[in-house]
């Protein structure tokens, strides 16, 4: 079936280290995007790209790097220099080239802990 | 003051009810988003609008952009309805603003 798988799940990391999480989907979609969610807040845009090789930062882009190598993958990268990493995150495509063309798609989400 | 304003913040009701999920914004847009997140955390999109009135099954999602208001409405609650529904505008440049959501129990 097609859809957006994320992994890992559950993950937990020390200060100072960089961790990469993943996410895939073969839905064709052209648009992928990284949202943070936090405990009573809404969801936060971290990057999101539309093409491939080409990405834009969303509103909290500090201390998170993506790529978009290939059209069915976009890996967030949380960096050590990411003050608050410990987060819900949640990856999405959308048919079409964008959130105002059509439907958005999530994945299951990656739930990280810094230790 | 957050963009995107919705309530109740939380609701519980008894298998059967009527179920409204209201959500208010401030600025002038060009489409909304209803979103369903499970316990699990994994969300599901259940309507994109842009104007007037879209149902599926049980679900029906109105918006009155002159108001800046849209509602969620859900027919005969059943305990699987139970979730967080979650209202996100789009404001231009790929940028959604997500509600806080609406924490819906239903009762059997």
């Known amino acids: 079936d097609g859809g957006i798988t994320q992994s890992p799940k559950y993950l937990f990391r020390k200060e100072g280290q960089n961790v990469t999480l993943s996410c895939e989907q073969n839905l064709n979609h052209d648009a992928m995007y990284w949202y943070r969610q936090d405990p009573g807040q809404g969801l936060r845009l971290i990057y999101y790209s539309q093409i491939v090789n080409d990405f834009q930062k969303g509103d909290i882009a500090e201390g998170y790097s993506v790529s978009r190598e290939k059209k069915e993958s976009f890996p967030l990268t949380v960096t050590s220099a990411q003050k608050n990493p410990t987060a819900f995150y949640l990856c999405?495509?959308?048919?079409?080239?964008?959130?105002?063309?059509?439907?958005?798609?999530f994945g299951e989400g990656s739930r990280l802990t810094v230790l | 003051k957050n963009e995107v304003e919705q309530s109740p913040q939380n609701l519980t009701a008894q298998e059967g009810e009527f179920i409204t999920i209201n959500c208010s914004y401030s600025v002038g847009i060009s489409a909304l988003h209803w979103l369903q997140q499970h316990p699990g955390g994994g969300i599901v999109s259940l309507f994109m609008?842009?104007?007037g009135k879209k149902k599926h099954g049980r679900l029906i999602a109105t918006i009155n952009i002159q108001e800046k208001h849209s509602s969620l409405h859900i027919t005969a609650s059943h305990p699987r309805d139970s979730a967080v529904y979650i209202c996100a505008v789009y404001l231009g440049n790929e940028k959604l603003t997500f509600g806080t959501g609406t924490r819906l129990t239903i009762i059997p």
């Open positions: 609008l842009s104007s």
């Open positions: 999405a495509s959308s048919i079409g080239r964008g959130v105002a063309s059509g439907e958005l798609f």
